[in-house]
């Protein structure tokens, strides 16, 4: 069964989309159960991509997760915050004008793992081919193939292995 009958996206009963008109959705894409996306501005997922259960994904502004992206159990995605160290204060409770919000894109590239319970800020890059550890919090742009802890890059990813295996998949008749 798929909730919400999107062509090429498996859905659950507690998968929750909100926004779905603001989203472009690619094929071969899973969203597990109590997974939460609310879409307020224009998102992507592209193809080949699963979203593990107790994800939520939110913020306000523009999300692209490019191809072949892992998003893990219990990510935060956000787009945007509130940021409490001038002058904001308060909540979505309270009208914007007394809230210093900070509403930034985000993109993931192509062939991504973000490790579970890992937090992606506002304003954040995440290069292709980059593995992000689990209960990671990434608050700066990463650069492709790098595996990360948080921040702080500890590996390069086999770069030529995943491409290689990547052509061995389209060459099999799969296609993006």
Request: charged share 25%; with cysteine.
């Amino acid at each position: 069964m798929s909730k919400y009958k999107i062509e090429g996206v498996k859905t659950f009963e507690f998968t929750k989309i909100i926004g779905i008109e603001n989203i472009n959705f690619g094929k071969n894409i899973i969203i597990d159960d109590f997974t939460l996306i609310y879409a307020t501005a224009p998102m992507k997922i592209g193809n080949y991509v699963h979203i593990a259960n107790f994800t939520s994904i939110t913020g306000g502004a523009e999300l692209i997760i490019d191809d072949f992206v892992a998003i893990s159990q219990g990510c935060r995605i956000l787009t945007g915050t509130d940021d409490f160290i001038d002058w904001g204060f308060g909540n979505s409770t309270i009208d914007e004008k007394y809230r210093n919000t900070k509403r930034k894109p985000v993109k993931i590239g192509k062939f991504c793992i973000i490790g579970a319970n890992s937090v992606v800020l506002p304003g954040v890059t995440i290069g292709k081919g980059a593995t992000v550890g689990a209960c990671s919090v990434v608050t700066k742009d990463l650069e492709p193939w790098g595996i990360y802890i948080g921040n702080k890059k500890i590996k390069e990813r086999n770069k030529v292995d995943v491409l290689k295996t990547y052509h061995t998949f389209l060459q099999e008749g799969r296609d993006e």
